[in-house]
């Protein structure tokens, strides 16, 4: 089936050619040192072949919040030696990301040559998606590439407005990660179970109200379980629970009976009195014998064995959110636990399995589950908003081109 968005494979005769490469360079530092390089690992499928392809590569990124202010601890400079590193060849540094500096440091760049522009949030422009700074950064190449799917979600001058001025292509990493959602919640194969989980219902809220329409099965665990659990009459003691959400929680319920969706509980949970590491008071126990004093930490191993029998009829899973207190042992079990069964079944090849969330990427990298995971996106805020079923304006940008 050809792609609704064109890629590198389509761009044709790129030698000599500037391209414009939106990449997420965002990464957590620490006395001057990249301290994860996730995000510029990425990166480097994307740069090392257009360079070997022989364009002139010019890399947008934004780095931290500087609000439209030229701030000196967000530059990308500071970035420039770690990418250098993990592409083996170096890296030029251009200090605007648009004007006449900007257009005089490309111009001595060679064909193969690979510069970062700095950082695009230094105009306040950007985040206002202003067309002006669009134009201006649009007037330094001749080719787009977005190549940041977790930048995506925000519509701004250089993820968005630039997209509609130069002919636009995904970049590898950017086709990867469509590529993945696509198989798992575009058009998948069925049947299709969904595992949510992590603190609040609140934070999930719009992410529930998709999934049940979507897919056959939704196993909710986590915090939240313990929302829809006094939602039907469980006495959920001390645990973290939403209980002025009752009300929407049932409005969750009626929705997935209408739309043919199985919802799955935990029926067995691990509780302790006190939030802590391996406490006394740790027990398993059916979800009706919570004591007043007792906390709801884990799904327990009757239900995660329910749950495995489940993911093994299933042909693609979607998981965003661990299903316990994972941080805190024995609390990470059943996250442990169905990671494991979906990783096996998915090296088995009768799973496809797609996960992400910030504490979702620890927890399948805690359980050593995430190397046999399809596909583990690192995005954040753009994964989620993909899991309520919103349309990213930076990736809408790229269809149809
Ligand atoms: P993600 O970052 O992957 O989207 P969340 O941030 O929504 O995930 O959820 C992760 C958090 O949920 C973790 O800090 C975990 O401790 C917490 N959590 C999971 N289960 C429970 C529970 N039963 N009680 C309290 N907190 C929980
Ligand atoms: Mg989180």
Redesign the pocket.
Known sequence: MPKPFKTLDDMGDIAGKAVLVREDLNVPMAEGSVTDDTRLRAAVPTLLELAERGAKVLILAHFGRPKGLKSPELSLSLVTRGLSQLLGRQVQFIPDCQGEAAAAGIAVMRAGDIAILENTRFHAGEEKNDPALSKAMAALGDLYVNDAFSAAHRAHSSTEGIAHLLPAFAGRSMEKELDALEAALGNPDRPVAAVV????VS??LAVLEHLVEKVDHLII???M??TFLAARGVDVGK??CEHDLVETANGIFERAEAAGCTIHLPYDVAVAKDFAANPPSYRICNVNEVAADE????VGPAAVEALADVLKTCCTLVW?????????PP?DRATVALAKIAAALTAEGSLVSVA??????A?LNHAGAADDFTFVSTAGGAF?EWMEGKQLPGVAALMGK
Not at 197 to 200: H, I, L, M, P, R
Not at 295 to 298: F, V
Not at 356 to 361: A, H, I, K, R, S
């Open positions: 989980g992590g603190a609040k934070t999930k665990g986590g915090g379980a313990n645990s973290l906390m709801i930490l884990d965003n959110g661990p299903l316990g207190a994972f941080e805190i609390f992400g969330g910030g504490d979702t990427v927890a989620l």
